[in-house]
């Protein structure tokens, strides 16, 4: 008992942090997060397939409510994965701590209110394929 004591002793003066680990602590496996890794690849691959077919549906059919209600949700999800991995790359909260959360905030605050805003303009105006037909008219 008294060597085992010496040796974690020992070992915990090796350790930089100096605090002793269970072998158990370190064979537990990794917890699963289906936000991250693999799931979330799959998530915005179907995303970004999605975007041309609801484009070409929204220009060959013209205004449709439901590719308009489509548009107003997958297009607000694909701009935010993609400033989100531009956010990742470089405004990471490891280098930036609190700039970082702070843009991750300011990113979903912008997200969900485009996505608002396309809600309201899909239900109380003439709807996005409309609208994009008029600017481009003009």
């Known amino acids: 008992m008294a060597l085992r004591l010496l040796c974690q002793q020992r070992a915990a ?4 942090s100096g ?3 269970p ?3 370190a064979a537990a496996p990794a917890k ?3 936000l991250h890794g693999a799931y979330h690849w799959d998530f915005e691959r179907a995303v970004a397939i999605a975007m041309p077919m609801l484009v070409a549906s929204a220009a060959i ?4 409510p439901v590719t308009d209600a489509l548009l107003g949700v997958v297009l607000p999800i694909h ?3 993609g400033f989100d991995a531009c956010l990742m790359d470089y405004v990471h909260k490891r280098n ?3 700039l970082g959360p702070a843009s991750k905030g300011a990113l979903w605050v912008a997200t969900l209110t485009v996505m608002y805003g396309c809600y309201r303009l899909n239900t109380e105006d003439i709807g996005m394929t409309e609208l994009v037909m008029k ?3 003009a």
């Open 79 to 81: 701009c935010h994965l």
């Open 96 to 98: 930036f701590p609190v």
């Open 23 to 25: 072998a158990a602590a």
């Open 135 to 137: 600017v481009w008219a």
């Open 61 to 64: 059919n013209g205004h449709n």
């Open 13 to 16: 003066l090796g350790r930089p």
């Open 19 to 21: 605090l002793l680990r």
């Open 32 to 34: 699963v997060d289906k």
